[in-house]
């Protein structure tokens, strides 16, 4: 869509205002009830928050307790900030820029299906690093090829949100589905903690995985249903 900033954006919105009795009220309205109204009459508000509360289940649950897995098995804190920080980051970014690249003219939920479930059988890196023990090779690989995935996927979910939204009220509706989905992230966050107090690292690594998968094949449903509708019409 047109970025939210466009020339003819600014003056629909100005002439919009002009048509409230009072300026403050035509802004509370055009801020909230407006994008508000907008996001449910489109009629695929379910489709998106299904998406939020499905997309990376299993590595919103598992991704807040490697630092203390890592650390059970022998790692120090240098060896985290180097594998997990520095060469993890650097794999985030190219993983970022090689989506962007291939993502760009396909249908950004099924792109945000596929990634999702290649990332997610990234995440069985640590339920084999439980199994090995400690190991730089296991570090740096699993910290690569997660983090690699994960910036894919970051990328091909953003560009989802972002298409999903109204031109002339992107900005609040963007902000807003971005909020429910750091929500969404916490609260899988708690989860995990829990899970990982009472379970072992493999059957935690293992729980976490298998959420991941049944969450992504659901979305690749969604994704193939929404297609299918398209072309249907």
């Given at each position: 869509?047109?970025?939210y900033k466009s020339s003819e954006t600014l003056a629909v919105k100005k002439?919009?205002?002009?048509e409230y009795p009072k300026k403050w009220l035509g802004v509370v309205h055009e801020t909230f009830v407006q994008p508000f109204r907008s996001f449910i009459s489109a009629g695929n508000w379910q489709m998106l928050l299904s998406v939020i509360i499905l997309f990376k289940a299993g590595d919103h649950i598992a991704k807040p307790m490697e630092g203390p897995f890592y650390l059970d098995l022998g790692f120090n804190k240098k060896d985290l900030a180097i594998a997990a920080k520095t060469f993890g980051f650097a794999a985030t970014i190219l993983g970022a820029?090689?989506?962007g690249r291939l993502i760009k003219n396909e249908n950004p939920l099924y792109s945000v299906a596929i990634l999702g479930l290649i990332h997610t059988c990234s995440e069985l890196g640590c339920f084999i690093h439980c199994l090995v023990g400690k190991s730089y090779i296991m570090l740096y690989l699993t910290s690569g090829t997660s983090n690699f995935t994960g910036g894919m996927l970051i990328t091909a979910f953003i560009s989802l949100l972002w298409k999903s939204c109204d031109t002339h009220y992107a900005t609040v509706q963007y902000a807003f589905l971005w909020s429910v989905s750091s929500i969404i992230t916490k609260l899988y966050a708690c989860c995990g903690g829990i899970f990982a107090?009472?379970?072992s690292w493999p059957e935690f690594f293992a729980s976490a995985c298998i959420t991941g998968i049944i969450a992504?094949?659901?979305l690749l449903v969604l994704a193939l249903k929404a297609l299918g509708s398209v072309h249907k019409a």
């Amino acid at each position: 869509p047109e970025p939210y900033k466009s020339s003819e954006t600014l003056a629909v919105k100005k002439k919009r205002l002009a048509e409230y009795p009072k300026k403050w009220l035509g802004v509370v309205h055009e801020t909230f009830v407006q994008p508000f109204r907008s996001f449910i009459s489109a009629g695929n508000w379910q489709m998106l928050l299904s998406v939020i509360i499905l997309f990376k289940a299993g590595d919103h649950i598992a991704k807040p307790m490697e630092g203390p897995f890592y650390l059970d098995l022998g790692f120090n804190k240098k060896d985290l900030a180097i594998a997990a920080k520095t060469f993890g980051f650097a794999a985030t970014i190219l993983g970022a820029f090689l989506a962007g690249r291939l993502i760009k003219n396909e249908n950004p939920l099924y792109s945000v299906a596929i990634l999702g479930l290649i990332h997610t059988c990234s995440e069985l890196g640590c339920f084999i690093h439980c199994l090995v023990g400690k190991s730089y090779i296991m570090l740096y690989l699993t910290s690569g090829t997660s983090n690699f995935t994960g910036g894919m996927l970051i990328t091909a979910f953003i560009s989802l949100l972002w298409k999903s939204c109204d031109t002339h009220y992107a900005t609040v509706q963007y902000a807003f589905l971005w909020s429910v989905s750091s929500i969404i992230t916490k609260l899988y966050a708690c989860c995990g903690g829990i899970f990982a107090s009472y379970l072992s690292w493999p059957e935690f690594f293992a729980s976490a995985c298998i959420t991941g998968i049944i969450a992504t094949c659901t979305l690749l449903v969604l994704a193939l249903k929404a297609l299918g509708s398209v072309h249907k019409a």
